[in-house]
Structures are given as structure tokens and as C-alpha cells.
């Protein structure tokens, strides 16, 4: 299966249990097409595809991208 990469992987790192990692999809109408549970201290490794077009993240994490380091709350 050939899937078109279209960004650069970005890491998430929960900073409590149960944060979650939602991945929205791509097209007219957004949906949820998969997500996550994190416990502290574990860590998913993600990127953009053809079918996800953003990432939203519940709980308190940090991400790391090519921009630097985010802290969600």
C-alpha cells in the first residue's frame, strides 16, 4: 500500500494517563478516523497523510515538529 506523505512525522509524549491522540480526516466534511490512548510517559508517532488532515490532542502532552516543541493542557 504506497501512501503519499505529505509532512514531516511529529511526536507526542503524555505528560498524565489517558491522554487521547484523535486523528480528523481530509475531504468535505471532517471526520474522526482513529484515535489513541497515551499513559504518562508513552509516546505515538505521527504524520499527516492523505486521509488525515489534523491532529487533536486531549490532556496534557508535549509535541515535538520540525517548528519546536508544543505543550498542550
Do not use: Y
Not at 506523505?5 to 498524565?16: H, P, S, T
Not at 491522554?19 to 466534511?29: F, H, K, M, P
Amino acid at each position: 500500500m504506497d501512501e503519499v506523505v505529505l509532512a514531516d512525522f511529529i511526536v507526542i509524549k503524555a505528560r498524565e494517563k489517558g491522554v487521547t491522540i484523535i486523528g480528523l480526516t481530509r475531504g468535505e466534511e471532517t471526520t474522526i478516523h482513529h484515535t489513541e490512548k497515551l499513559d504518562e510517559g508513552e509516546v505515538l508517532i505521527c504524520q499527516f497523510t492523505e486521509h488525515t488532515s489534523a491532529i487533536k490532542i486531549r490532556g496534557k502532552a508535549e509535541i515535538f515538529s520540525k517548528l519546536g516543541k508544543v505543550e498542550s493542557e
